[in-house]
């Protein structure tokens, strides 16, 4: 019956367990647990997410006015961080528009974290502790965006022509919509054909992995440098258990001008695609000019943790009332 939870009891004592350890786990690393609006006058710009927008007033007879219900606290996070609060974490309610699926659910429940002076590597030795205090004890295998599609494509992703790309994707994925660009062919080819086999047991045992150094037009707000072979990268990673994505880490982009260039990249794409144009965050950009320190961030699912915690099949199974039960 619909108004029954999807989930069975002893799911919701796992998931009040799992925060418990989660808690505990940065309790003793002296990581400090915030708390930030869910509502936004502004949320992120990428063409790719679709936002829930709220019409909320300030006050009674007062007219109203659109906001945005975050997908990420990731801005309010960074503010907090300008203002010194030093290393930090939140558990949230999280919200995207259009993604509803067996691995997805448009209200879901993010662990994001952010570790000022961390590395990447340092910040991937972070998630592996995690990792391995709620699941089980794990080494983490790190492969590079690169070899993963030398490695099961035999393509090089950062030299395979776009004609190349765009016939090696429709020819191995079946898709037959219109013409897309190169990032839309390489995501395409990255879901349908290396996902599955990411972080796949091993002799029986948890097997994650880390992908990183991903093409600098996919680096979203995270830096780009110049790796070890001589070519620009992203410096971001994400973290993959049985061919399901967990989790998304930069090594932070704390230049303001380069903020401000990479909304304007997006809201030119949005308006090419004739998607909403999203506001960009000014408190977000005035805590950039007074300075974000040199940290790593790292947003992950806690829905999809609790899934592979209690191996479910599905986002319901994990979930008191999923959409079409809310």
Known sequence: MIWQPSCTINMLKSRAELYSQIRAFFCARQVIEVETPLLSVSTATDPQLESVTANLSTGFGQ??????????????????LAAGSGAIYQICKTFRNGESSPRHNPEFSMLEWYRPGFSLQQLMTDV???????????????????????????IDPFDIDDISLAKLATSLTDYQGPEMARDDYLNLLLCVCIEPHLGADKDG???????????????????????EGGIKVAQRFELYIRGLELANGYYELTDEAEHRR?????????????????????????????????CSG?????????????????????????????
């Open 262 to 294: 990479r909304f304007k990249e997006d809201n030119d794409a949005r308006e090419e695609q004739s998607l909403p144009m999203i506001p960009v965050d000014q408190n977000f950009l005035a805590a950039l000019e007074v300075g974000l320190p040199n």
């Open 128 to 154: 592996t502790e995690l990792i391995s205090t709620v699941l089980a004890p794990v080494e983490i295998t790190r492969l590079s965006y690169q070899n993963a599609f030398r490695h099961y494509l035999e």
């Open 63 to 80: 007219p109203s006015q659109p906001y945005f219900l975050h997908t990420s606290p990731e801005f309010p996070m960074k503010r907090l």
């Open 205 to 227: 045992q948890l097997n994650p992995i880390f992908l990183y150094d991903y093409p600098p037009s996919q680096a979203s707000l995270a830096n780009v440098y110049q790796n």
């Open 298 to 326: 790292v947003a992950l699912g806690l829905d999809r943790l609790l899934m592979v915690k209690e191996n479910a099949k599905t986002i319901a199974d994990v979930l008191a009332f999923p959409i079409d039960r809310a």
